[in-house]
């Protein structure tokens, strides 16, 4: 019973277990299929995530490989652009480094020939002194006292009467006479001197003076003229040559006794006659002298010292000199010597790539200038005989200008505008574009800083013009009588080249600066000021230099000298005394306007107010074809565009002709030294007057411009070869140029132009 009662419950739990499977088997195994069902959904979205990060593993790996490549490709384009640069960066390294060694040496050469000069005029002092020392000895005394005689015996050969001493001898009826000596002259000897200068003036005074620093011979004054035949002067004389002669050659070690010793055995103390001025007045640069009654204008005179003086103005009592240096040495009562030289300035050949002050002298650190030859800075201008029409073109490179305002070989062509509107740039490029044209250039620089003719200086020297060019700088520091002279020494050195058949392109930068300058000289000289208180030969002060200009005819050698002068106006004002001066006195002017250069339009031209009275006559057929009636369409733009300023209603054709002058005026628009040639100015002209331009916004024409450039030199070299060359502008190569530019119009489109 205990088993049973035992295994009942267990038996109980087996029968509610079966009833339990009985009943529920159903829902059992439908929840069972469930499962299974969610298992194997379940698997195979696993199965499809699987895939999935496996395609999307394969996707990394190949985006992966790709950056790897890009980087790769970037990392090899930026380590090549690195190479670039560091190889740039080397090569301006070197181009700097290249630039200081040639400034070091150039600052060493310098140093050393001033290091030589310096040691040559001391070891020419001490020698000279030397010299001086040995013949004052008493075994000299011989010759000493055979060289009186000797200027006794000859004296009568040089007496000659000045206009200052007829005038003493007209007044007083005598004439005093000075005589000095080193040693106390014999009494035989002193009278066969007075004898002489009574036959030669009539009644003379003789004032005697011992000197013994003159170590020997006699000096006479009589007036302002001077017979002198003294050691002293000699020996001056001597020392004077060999520091500018035997001393300043090409040998580096030259022996100074030697050069002395055999100047002195092939010396004769001949009679030097000569007159001297006494300085009565120092103040700003000019200086008044008594005496020297037949100096000449233009004179150089000769102070102590280097210091020398142009004789500016010829009074009745004294004379009035400019000085031509510094003159803090300078005293009221010294003497100053006539030289008998017209003022003038070195030339040649080896002025080329030079440059100079307005001496003439080499301001550049590359040694002295070795040339012989000299021409004054004033000169007569060819006579009109000498002169042959103007009828070669002078290409400036510059579209505004080449077109419309043509220049021609022997033209004086004004450039004015206000400060600072690109008169200098225009003058630069033309310089520069004359590289391999056989025209030498001159640029002459009046009263402007340092440190913008060295800029100038170095751009041209950048770009190989001053294998050409020779500048001539009176920069703003130095003195009046330098700025007044620096165009003339300029136009000097320009003529020398012209008169052997050079063709010369000179540049006054500016004519204003030199007004001012002669203004300054003529108030000191108290000269009477006329209108702006210039004097009254201001005219003459720039007709006399600008008409050298010329082209000569074939019998004088058929060379030329073009002048581009340079004028400052003030708020535009082309009717200011000086500007209208030099107006009329050129063959034309290029006005620069303010509204143009500061709207962009550069250069700034004004072309209605710009003209060539050379005309045509300065451009080749081609060109002059080309040009059409561009100056007309300009100057319609010009009038239309000031009347549409107060209509907003216009209508097509109006429209029409706006945008086509306004593709005109970005077309002239050009940039700082990038002269064109002849054949790109006549393809970017005849492609304007096509209205190829018109058909792109302004903001595209000047892309355009440079694009339909590029095309033509690519694919029609020939055609561009042969208009550089003068080949006439037909209609067939007209026609040939538009439909090349047309074509090249669409590819520019294409290739993201508009």
Same mark, same amino acid.
């Given at each position: 019973?205990?088993?049973?009662?035992?295994?009942?419950?267990?038996?109980?739990?087996?029968?509610?277990?079966?009833?339990?499977?009985?009943?529920?088997?159903?829902?059992?195994?439908?929840?069972?299929?469930?499962?299974?069902?969610?298992?194997?959904?379940?698997? $195979?979205?696993?199965?499809?995530?699987?895939?999935?990060?496996?395609?999307?593993?394969?996707?990394?790996?190949?985006?992966?490989?790709?950056?790897?490549?890009?980087?790769?490709?970037?990392?090899?384009?930026?380590?090549?652009?690195?190479?670039?640069?560091?190889?740039?960066?080397?090569?301006?390294?070197?181009?700097?480094?290249?630039?200081?060694?040639?400034?070091?040496?150039?600052?060493?050469?310098?140093?050393?020939?001033?290091?030589?000069?310096?040691?040559?005029?001391?070891?020419?002092?001490?020698?000279?002194?030397?010299?001086?020392?040995?013949?004052?000895?008493?075994?000299?005394?011989?010759?000493?006292?055979?060289?009186?005689?000797?200027?006794?015996?000859?004296?009568?050969?040089?007496?000659?009467?000045?206009?200052?001493?007829?005038?003493?001898?007209?007044?007083?009826?005598?004439?005093?006479?000075?005589?000095?000596?080193?040693?106390?002259?014999?009494?035989?000897?002193?009278?066969?001197?007075?004898?002489?200068?009574?036959?030669?003036?009539?009644?003379?005074?003789?004032?005697?003076?011992?000197?013994?620093?003159?170590?020997?011979?006699?000096?006479?004054?009589?007036?302002?003229?001077?017979?002198?035949?003294?050691?002293?002067?000699?020996?001056?004389?001597?020392?004077?040559?060999?520091?500018?002669?035997?001393?300043?050659?090409?040998?580096?070690?030259?022996?100074?006794?030697?050069?002395?010793?055999?100047?002195?055995?092939?010396?004769?103390?001949?009679?030097?006659?000569?007159?001297?001025?006494?300085?009565?007045?120092?103040?700003?640069?000019?200086?008044?002298?008594?005496?020297?009654?037949?100096?000449?204008?233009?004179?150089?005179?000769?102070? #102590?010292?280097?210091?020398?003086?142009?004789?500016?103005?010829?009074?009745?009592?004294?004379?009035?000199?400019?000085?031509? $240096?510094?003159?803090?040495?300078?005293?009221?009562?010294?003497?100053?010597?006539?030289?008998?030289?017209?003022?003038?300035?070195?030339?040649?050949?080896?002025?080329?790539?030079?440059?100079?002050?307005?001496?003439?002298?080499?301001?550049?650190?590359?040694?002295?200038?070795?040339?012989?030859?000299?021409?004054?800075?004033?000169?007569?201008?060819?006579?009109?005989?000498?002169?042959?029409?103007?009828?070669?073109?002078?290409?400036?490179?510059?579209?505004?200008?080449?077109?419309?305002?043509?220049?021609?070989?022997?033209?004086?062509?004004?450039?004015?505008?206000?400060?600072?509107?690109?008169?200098?740039?225009?003058?630069?490029?033309?310089?520069?574009?004359?590289?391999?044209?056989?025209?030498?250039?001159?640029?002459?620089?009046?009263?402007?800083?340092?440190?913008?003719?060295?800029?100038?200086?170095?751009?041209?020297?950048?770009?190989?013009?001053?294998?050409?060019?020779?500048?001539?700088?009176?920069?703003?520091?130095?003195?009046?009588?330098?700025?007044?002279?620096?165009?003339?020494?300029?136009?000097?050195?320009?003529?020398?080249?012209?008169?052997?058949?050079?063709?010369?392109?000179?540049?006054?930068?500016?004519?204003?600066?030199?007004?001012?300058?002669?203004?300054?000289?003529?108030?000191?000289?108290?000269?009477?000021?006329?209108?702006?208180?210039?004097?009254?030969?201001?005219?003459?002060?720039?007709?006399?230099?600008?008409?050298?200009?010329?082209?000569?005819?074939?019998?004088?050698?058929?060379?030329?000298?073009?002048?581009?002068?340079?004028?400052?106006?003030?708020?535009?004002?082309?009717?200011?005394?000086?500007?209208?001066?030099?107006?009329?006195?050129?063959?034309?002017?290029?006005?620069?306007?303010?509204?143009?250069?500061?709207? $962009?339009?550069?250069?700034?031209?004004?072309?209605?107010?710009?003209?060539?009275?050379?005309? $045509?006559?300065?451009?080749?057929?081609?060109?002059?074809?080309?040009?059409?009636?561009?100056?007309?369409?300009?100057?319609?733009?010009?009038?239309?565009?000031?009347?549409?300023?107060?209509?907003? #209603?216009?209508?097509?054709?109006?429209?029409?002709?706006?945008?086509?002058?306004?593709?005109?005026?970005?077309? /002239?628009?050009?940039?700082?030294?990038?002269? /064109?040639?002849?054949?790109?100015?006549?393809?970017?002209?005849?492609?304007?007057?096509?209205?190829?331009?018109?058909?792109?916004?302004?903001?595209?024409?000047?892309?355009?411009?440079?694009?339909?450039?590029?095309?033509?030199?690519?694919?029609?070299?020939?055609?561009?070869?042969?208009?550089?060359?003068?080949?006439?502008?037909?209609?067939?190569?007209?026609?040939?140029?538009?439909?090349?530019?047309?074509?090249?119009?669409?590819?520019?489109?294409?290739?993201?132009?508009?």
């Amino acid at each position: 019973m205990e088993f049973l009662r035992a295994i009942g419950p267990v038996f109980n739990f087996l029968l509610l277990a079966l009833a339990l499977i009985f009943f529920t088997r159903k829902q059992i195994r439908k929840l069972l299929q469930e499962r299974r069902d969610r298992i194997a959904d379940a698997l $195979g979205r696993a199965a499809d995530a699987q895939d999935q990060a496996r395609h999307t593993a394969e996707d990394i790996a190949e985006a992966q490989q790709a950056a790897d490549a890009e980087a790769h490709a970037q990392l090899a384009e930026a380590k090549a652009q690195a190479e670039a640069n560091t190889a740039a960066a080397d090569a301006e390294t070197a181009r700097e480094a290249e630039a200081v060694r040639r400034g070091v040496a150039q600052t060493e050469a310098q140093l050393r020939s001033d290091m030589e000069d310096r040691v040559s005029d001391a070891a020419i002092g001490r020698i000279t002194a030397a010299t001086a020392g040995v013949l004052a000895q008493d075994a000299f005394a011989p010759a000493r006292a055979a060289l009186v005689d000797d200027f006794v015996a000859n004296i009568g050969a040089h007496l000659t009467t000045q206009p200052s001493d007829a005038l003493a001898l007209a007044e007083t009826g005598t004439l005093t006479v000075e005589v000095e000596a080193a040693e106390p002259l014999p009494a035989a000897a002193l009278d066969a001197l007075k004898d002489t200068l009574t036959r030669a003036y009539g009644h003379v005074t003789c004032m005697t003076t011992v000197r013994p620093e003159l170590i020997g011979g006699i000096c006479l004054r009589i007036g302002d003229t001077h017979y002198d035949g003294t050691l002293r002067h000699a020996l001056d004389l001597l020392e004077q040559d060999a520091a500018n002669s035997a001393l300043h050659t090409t040998d580096e070690n030259p022996d100074l006794a030697a050069c002395i010793r055999d100047r002195l055995a092939d010396t004769h103390v001949a009679i030097d006659v000569f007159q001297t001025g006494i300085v009565t007045s120092l103040s700003d640069g000019i200086c008044r002298v008594r005496g020297m009654a037949d100096v000449m204008a233009g004179e150089l005179l000769a102070f #102590d010292g280097t210091l020398r003086g142009m004789v500016m103005d010829l009074g009745r009592e004294d004379i009035g000199v400019v000085l031509l $240096g510094p003159y803090g040495h300078l005293q009221e009562g010294d003497r100053v010597r006539r030289t008998g030289q017209i003022m003038s300035v070195p030339v040649g050949e080896e002025m080329i790539g030079r440059v100079v002050d307005a001496l003439g002298r080499p301001i550049d650190g590359h040694g002295p200038i070795r040339t012989t030859e000299r021409r004054a800075i004033e000169s007569p201008a060819p006579g009109v005989i000498a002169r042959k029409g103007v009828s070669v073109p002078l290409q400036t490179g510059i579209k505004a200008i080449d077109a419309l305002v043509p220049i021609g070989r022997g033209q004086r062509e004004l450039i004015i505008g206000d400060r600072q509107t690109g008169k200098t740039a225009i003058a630069i490029d033309a310089i520069l574009n004359q590289k391999d044209t056989g025209v030498l250039c001159i640029y002459v620089a009046i009263g402007q800083k340092e440190s913008t003719v060295a800029g100038v200086v170095q751009k041209l020297r950048d770009r190989g013009a001053m294998a050409y060019t020779t500048v001539v700088c009176a920069h703003a520091s130095e003195t009046a009588p330098m700025l007044y002279i620096a165009p003339y020494a300029g136009a000097a050195i320009g003529e020398y080249f012209m008169y052997r058949g050079r063709d010369v392109l000179i540049v006054y930068d500016d004519l204003s600066k030199q007004a001012v300058a002669y203004r300054e000289i003529s108030l000191l000289l108290q000269r009477p000021p006329g209108r702006e208180a210039y004097p009254g030969d201001v005219f003459y002060l720039h007709s006399r230099l600008l008409e050298r200009a010329a082209r000569l005819s074939d019998a004088r050698g058929g060379g030329s000298m073009t002048a581009l002068p340079i004028v400052e106006t003030q708020a535009g004002d082309v009717s200011a005394y000086i500007p209208t001066n030099i107006i009329s006195i050129t063959d034309g002017q290029i006005f620069l306007e303010s509204s143009l250069f500061f709207s $962009g339009h550069r250069p700034a031209v004004n072309v209605g107010l710009s003209v060539s009275r050379v005309g $045509g006559a300065a451009q080749t057929k081609a060109m002059k074809k080309a040009v059409g009636t561009l100056r007309l369409d300009l100057a319609q733009y010009r009038e239309m565009e000031v009347f549409t300023q107060f209509s907003s #209603d216009l209508d097509e054709e109006t429209k029409n002709q706006l945008a086509y002058g306004q593709s005109l005026m970005y077309i /002239l628009r050009q940039g700082r030294c990038s002269p /064109l040639s002849q054949a790109q100015q006549i393809v970017t002209l005849v492609t304007a007057m096509a209205r190829i331009y018109q058909q792109v916004p302004v903001s595209q024409v000047c892309p355009l411009r440079d694009y339909l450039l590029g095309e033509f030199a690519a694919g029609r070299p020939q055609l561009m070869q042969e208009l550089e060359q003068g080949a006439a502008l037909t209609d067939e190569v007209r026609q040939q140029i538009v439909d090349f530019a047309k074509t090249a119009l669409e590819k520019f489109r294409r290739a993201g132009g508009r």
